[in-house]
């Protein structure tokens, strides 16, 4: 594929294979810059890849959200696979009824039931995606899971415990800013700042007594200290930028940058 900058690459070498995925944003009616940026990065990633990854539900009905990707394959041509996630929640019949719903809808070129929380026929959907391969260099080196910098992906796992953490409290308006990152030998420290879009957002997050702050520090940094194999200090502050999603010059600076 033809790799752009401000996408985030996963990349997993298997042998003489090297599979580079585009992580797109999902795809929505957007309501503000922000959900502008991101229906434009999935729509341009989808037109840049070799083939076209969906992961669905293994036993939901199709939404309104997969039948406008399946339109946009639809006029593409793109190569697509069918991925049928939380396979082991369903039994085969109950998979066979959505794979049949949506061969129904479009003529996937493979449909592969998975369960990424076991690894079940995680290997059989990468020999599915073996077949769109183009024969080339490398573009990365095989030791490399991600072009990310270890900053961002600092930031992502933060922002992901606060979305977890806060569950449906506050809308997805958060981002995080790595302040300060700091290899001291021993240990690794990090400053971050949370931005969200008002007071009564921040609230929630900071929790009663700082309870709230503390308990996404703390799952936070049991995933970074995983991830960069060391001990790491984690400083979280929260900060108010009023409508920061409705700013192009915000959604810029919070690093979501138009291609």
Request: net charge negative.
């Amino acid at each position: 594929p033809q790799t752009t900058r401000n996408r985030i690459l996963g990349i997993h070498t298997r042998g003489e294979d090297q599979f580079v995925f585009l992580d797109t944003p999902g795809i929505h009616k957007p309501k503000n810059y922000l959900g502008e940026y991101m229906v434009n990065a999935a729509n341009t990633s989808m037109h840049d890849a070799d083939a076209v990854l969906l992961v669905v539900d293994a036993g939901k009905p199709i939404s309104h959200v997969e039948e406008e990707i399946i339109a946009y394959l639809q006029k593409s041509k793109a190569p697509s696979l069918l991925a049928l996630n939380k396979g082991d929640l369903y039994n085969r019949e109950q998979i066979a009824a959505t794979i049949a719903a949506y061969a129904d809808k479009y003529s996937f070129d493979a449909f592969v039931p998975i369960s990424a929380k076991n690894g079940k026929n995680m290997d059989e959907l990468l020999s599915e995606c073996e077949r769109f391969l183009a024969e080339s260099d490398w573009f990365f080196s095989d030791d490399m899971i991600t072009d990310q910098p270890e900053r961002q992906i600092a930031a992502e796992i933060i922002r992901e415990k606060i979305l977890r953490t806060t569950d449906k409290e506050i809308p997805h308006g958060t981002a995080v800013v790595i302040e300060e990152f700091r290899d001291e030998g021993s240990l690794l420290s990090i400053r971050a700042e949370i931005f969200c879009e008002k007071a009564s957002h921040k609230g929630i997050l900071v929790g009663k007594g700082g309870a709230g702050l503390k308990l996404i520090g703390s799952r936070a940094r049991e995933d970074l200290e995983k991830f960069f194999g060391t001990k790491v200090y984690l400083n979280l502050w929260v900060k108010v930028k009023e409508n920061w999603r409705e700013s192009a010059a915000a959604v810029s600076n919070f690093g979501y940058k138009p291609e």
